[in-house]
């Protein structure tokens, strides 16, 4: 932690900051570490009102350069109490006195303003035509949010197999329409203590509204939003619900934010929950033509050559596999087991045996009740 004796002055920082042509910063992420010393203040600063903070913080540390990783001490309340920058934007801007100032105790992922560019395109997703047809709505709303007004559609389920492309296609769609996505594991929602997630949730959405356009992208919804007849519902998950049900009923509206949820056991999910998506779009395992377009393009990139085998049959032997499956649990457990031999090359044979083992280990089920 960064001495008390070597923290910046404002006034000095401030002239530096012009001199340099710094920009403001238009959000500070910081996350509260404590006193610098043993023995100091045990009183811990709590943050009952968001806007009241954001006022006191940016008046005292109005001019400093605010860098990832560095520290800025309260002086007034707390004195000597450090928060630890854990992001900024732009990189190495000044704060100023428009500067959105989030604090979080948990240092995830859930406020990363996400990638922008993705190497993900529509056609990497092999099948699921109807879904993708209809994220051309989602696609047409990110363009142009104000067209839509109330009509906009701002949450959306995508549901299906494991392995199927639904989180690849949520970042195609962010790809397609240049905008920043926010990945987040429900399961990182829950926090150690009652409130955790619930603020977490908040913040989230702080942050969306903060980059919008932007799609916010909650993988494995079911872990936090399952059925009441299927769980004994704990104090924090029903905090957790409620606050992602506010956000989604738009109370406060988040102009240009897209919720995307995704789930592999739809009908477990909590009808309250479930309610609340304005389009379900689903993603089914694919079928021969599918899988032989999935082994015909992953084979592209293979490292080493491939001979004697027909992609057509082997495509017909693996119904109900997800694509997921076939390139993990085939593809690449036959490339793997040719690299130990040290062979040079891939065969048929070695994808038949790969098949075969996955086969042994975990039998091929109805597709239709994959996921219920």
Known sequence: MRPVSQRVNTKKTHENNVEGGKSTAELLILKPEGYPLSGMMEEYPVIENRDVFEFYAREQWNGYIARKGDYLFDRRMFPDFAYRIIDVEPAESVIGTSTSIIVTEEESNLLSSGEIKRNINFEDVVGQELAKQKCRLIERFLEEP????????????????????????AKALANKTDVPIIPVKATQLIGEYVGDGARQIHQLYDRAEEVAPCIIFIDELDAIALDRRFQELRGDVSEIVNALLTEMDGIVEREGVCTIGSTNRIHTLDSAVRSRFEEEIEFVLPGEEEALRIFESNIKTFPLPVKDCDFKALAKKVKGLSGRDLVEKILKT??????????????????????????????VLDPSRMYV
């Open 146 to 169: 104000e067209r839509f007004g109330k009509w906009a559609p701002r949450n959306v389920l995508f549901f299906g197999p494991s392995g199927t492309g639904k989180t690849m296609l």
């Open 334 to 363: 036959a490339l793997h087991q040719v690299i130990i031999e040290d062979r040079e090359v891939v065969t048929g044979e070695d994808f038949e045996k790969a098949l075969a083992r996955l086969g042994k280990k975990d039998p």
